[in-house]
């Protein structure tokens, strides 16, 4: 029953992903904003909705410190796994915006979230900063690409008739909370079942949450990016994990700390904390040098994030 639940769940997802891809570039369209932008936003958002759902639950539970472990596991998959899996189907050539704007944000994020957390706490005055930071980046993301989006309509004369844009419109939000439904759903099912069958081989809680749960909880990221990819909407596949990254940060960390305040242990800032920061740093040669993201690139940075499961392992047993 579990491969079945396994065999479901990737379907599921895959479906989900394809879905997603298809009404975030409906959206894109309709409401004049780039793809990047609706990756950075509506996608980022959409897919990384069940962390901010496991986050709450844990605070508000009496275990606010999973909500830790949650977003730094999540942000080291999304750069090293999902990033470099998606290259490795189909190699990104970056924004400019990536480059300039979203990544250097994304960078202040994560080094923002050490920052608050070196006193082992992220208190609720912080998480209103978070929170705070979020939507004047959010606002200025839409503002901006609509003015930039509506220029470049202009030149090209373009124009969509008011049905038109009505039945678009509606067929694009469809296809957009289908695939989050699929999404959640999938994997949802996909790490039940890979939960089960691990067990079967009598691998130890710990190793299947640094291992199985790891990857499945980054399923979502990991589907909507490669099916953006496969597409060849490479912009809302960057600007998905771009934005997962900040959206962990600013949002699910955020508003959970503002429900109660997220203890940080000393073991976390003295290994996964640094773990997240190197990642998130190794990203700066791959994403700067050179003209694309290649093969090459993404075989380093899924080299990285088996490097970090064998150590986590290593040290679980000891």
Same mark, same amino acid.
């Given at each position: 029953?579990?491969?079945?639940?396994?065999?479901?769940g990737?379907?599921v997802?895959i479906?989900?992903?394809e !879905?997603?891809?298809?009404g975030?570039?409906?959206?894109a369209?309709?409401?004049?904003i780039s793809p990047?932008?609706?990756?950075l936003?509506? @996608?980022?958002f959409g897919?990384s909705? *069940?962390e901010? +759902?496991v986050?709450?639950?844990?605070a508000?539970?009496g275990n606010p410190?999973?909500?830790i472990?949650?977003v730094i596991?999540?942000?080291i998959?999304?750069l090293?796994?999902?990033?470099?899996?998606?290259?490795?189907?189909?190699p990104i050539?970056?924004e400019?915006?990536?480059?300039v704007i979203d990544?250097?944000?994304?960078?202040f994020a994560?080094?923002l979230f050490?920052l608050?957390?070196?006193?082992?706490?992220?208190?609720?005055?912080?998480g209103?900063v978070? @929170?705070?930071?979020?939507?004047?980046y959010?606002?200025?993301?839409?503002?901006n690409?609509r003015?930039?989006?509506?220029i470049?309509?202009a030149?090209?004369?373009?124009?969509?008739?008011? %049905?038109?844009?009505k039945d678009?419109? +509606?067929?694009?939000i /469809?296809?957009?909370l289908?695939?989050?439904?699929?999404l959640? !759903?999938?994997?949802?099912?996909?790490?039940?079942?890979?939960i089960?069958?691990?067990?079967? !081989?009598h691998?130890? %809680?710990?190793?299947?949450?640094?291992?199985v749960?790891?990857?499945?909880?980054?399923?979502?990221e990991?589907?909507?990016?490669?099916?953006?990819a496969?597409r060849?909407?490479?912009?809302?596949?960057?600007?998905?994990l771009v934005g997962?990254?900040?959206?962990?940060?600013?949002?699910?960390?955020?508003?959970?700390?503002?429900?109660?305040?997220?203890? @940080?242990?000393?073991?976390?800032?003295?290994f996964?904390?640094?773990?997240? +920061?190197?990642?998130?740093l190794?990203?700066v *040669?791959?994403?700067?040098?050179?003209?694309? /993201?290649g093969?090459?690139?993404?075989a /380093?940075?899924?080299?990285?994030?088996? /490097?970090?499961?064998?150590?986590?392992?290593?040290?679980t047993m000891?």
């Open positions: 029953m579990e491969y079945l639940w396994l065999l479901l990737l379907i997802l479906i989900g992903g !879905f997603l891809v298809r975030a570039v409906g959206i369209t309709i409401f004049k990047l932008v609706v990756g936003t509506v @996608v980022s897919t909705a *069940p901010l +759902l986050s709450l639950q844990s508000l539970n410190g999973i909500a472990g949650n596991g999540s942000n998959a999304n090293a796994l999902v990033l470099g899996v998606t290259v490795l189907i189909f050539i970056a400019k915006q990536t480059k990544f250097p944000f994304m960078i994560t080094l050490y608050f957390a070196l006193d082992n706490v992220i208190a609720l005055w912080e209103v978070f @929170v705070s930071i979020l939507i004047s959010t606002t200025y993301l839409v503002v690409s003015k930039k989006e509506k470049k309509l030149n090209l004369d373009l124009e969509i008739s008011p %049905d038109e844009n678009t419109k +509606l067929m694009s /469809i296809f957009l289908g695939g989050f439904v699929g959640y !759903f999938g994997s949802d099912w996909f790490v039940s079942g890979a089960d069958i691990a067990k079967t !081989f691998l130890s %809680d710990s190793v299947i949450g640094v291992t749960v790891a990857i499945g909880t980054s399923a979502p990991l589907v909507a990016s490669t099916m953006a496969m060849k909407q490479t912009d809302i596949s960057v600007g998905n997962s990254n900040i959206f962990n940060v600013f949002a699910v960390l955020g508003i959970t700390s503002i429900a109660k305040p997220i203890g @940080v242990s000393d073991a976390v800032l003295s996964d904390m640094y773990w997240m +920061l190197a990642i998130s190794l990203l *040669p791959i994403l700067y040098f050179g003209s694309k /993201i093969r090459l690139k993404g /380093i940075l899924i080299s990285s994030y088996l /490097i970090y499961i064998v150590v986590i392992v290593f040290r000891g």
